[in-house]
DNA sequence: CTCCCGATAT
DNA sequence: ATATCAGGAG
């Protein structure tokens, strides 16, 4: 048999999930580095195909420089893609930095709009960084942040059978209970990382891999 | 669908 | 050499 009968419901397997989760990283939050909702806005479109490792290591030099909407919306283009250039995507990064900045001084006073609806109109910004940036910097949970480590871990786990993150999400969000829906995002991340990572998953030290249809464990 | 793109592990 | 990293826009 491949996975235990206790857990068959798709339900019920992804509340046994969260509950391991929780048990193995108590102590989970965002990763990334900062100290206002702009700077977190700014760091998590930085992260975008970029490990927040590396994201942490630009942004102090550069929010040291330009620590806020203000002084980003206004700096030099040449400088800032010089000082994002590491984390990839830096033309892109820095033009979508800027033009985000910009449209939060001229339309919303400086400030990172708090509704999912005005967030997603600013540049570079779509359902993943508004759902890191409202639940992390509001405390305004709207939704399960997909990136590329929820994608591959639920696939794996059979908790979704989509690719696209939008579809993904809508299924976490009829498993998971919605308190727990950033928390169950920033954990599986953590997994992601330290055990199931896309290189070379360590199923033997999983401890989800009773519940995983895609664990290569010894079948009894 | 393609393009953006440097740093790092394998 | 190649795959992958808290994606988004055209």
Redesign the pocket.
Known sequence: MSIDRKWTSKKKRALEVLLRLKRLYPNA????DYTTPVQLLVA??L?????????N?VTPALFAKFPDARSMAYADILEL?ELV????????????IQGACRKIVEEFDGEVPQLMEQL?T???????????VS??AFGNIQGV????????LTNLLGLTSHQD?IKIEQDLMKLIPKVDW?NF??MT?FH??AIC????PNCPECELAELCPSANRVVK
């Open positions: 939050t965002c990763s990334l998590t479109i992260s975008a195909q970029c490990t927040d490792e590396r994201v290591k893609e250039r590491s984390t990839g995507f830096y033309h892109n990064k820095a033009k979508n997603l600013l540049p570079g910004v779509a359902r993943k960084t508004a759902n890191v639940a992390h942040t997909v990136d590329t480590h929820v994608k591959r993150p950033e995002s920033i991340i992601g990382r990572n896309a290189r070379k």
